[in-house]
């Protein structure tokens, strides 16, 4: 017998003496408990899958009604700045035609006030010439008769 019929009849040896401590029947467990440990892991890893899609949609969507909600916030603020510039727009107009009118009333008082004041002037000057006249001339003069005189040397 040579070499290899004894490295042969060992291995056979070898082999049945695993199966009949039954090596196999631990190994078929240990790979069972590993595929089984492997599908747990699998479908816990699709579960997480599941809940971070949801996650990301609920996200996409509160992100959705976030940017809504802003663009309704701006809309109103815009709608109530132009409000407020209107009525400051009309406010202004108001208080410009208010300063307007009093500064027309204080012109046509001044005016008024500067007519009484030649009018009182020309009055004081009236009076004056005539106290002048009335002290220069004799009493009884025509005062009426030399007018009308003056008046038709003045014509022609």
Do not use: W
């Not at 005539?130 to 025509?142: F, I, N, R």
């Amino acid at each position: 017998m040579d070499a290899e019929f004894f490295v042969a009849l060992g291995f056979v040896l070898f082999v049945m003496l695993l199966g009949y401590l039954g090596v196999h029947k631990t190994l078929n467990g240990a790979l069972d408990n590993r595929i089984e440990k492997i599908k747990e892991e699998l479908a816990e890893a699709s579960r997480l899958r599941a809940e971070a899609q949801a996650l990301m949609q609920s996200f996409a969507a509160k992100t959705a009604e976030a940017e809504a909600q802003a663009a309704g916030i701006i809309a109103q603020a815009k709608t109530e700045a132009e409000a407020m510039a209107k009525e400051t727009q009309q406010r202004l107009e108001e208080y410009v035609a208010r300063r307007t009118k009093q500064a027309q009333d204080k012109i046509t008082q001044a005016e008024a006030q500067a007519t009484a004041d030649v009018r009182a002037a020309a009055a004081d000057a009236a009076i004056k010439a005539s106290e002048t006249v009335l002290k220069t001339c004799p009493t009884g003069a025509d005062f009426v008769g030399q007018g009308i005189s003056s008046l038709k040397t003045l014509i022609n």
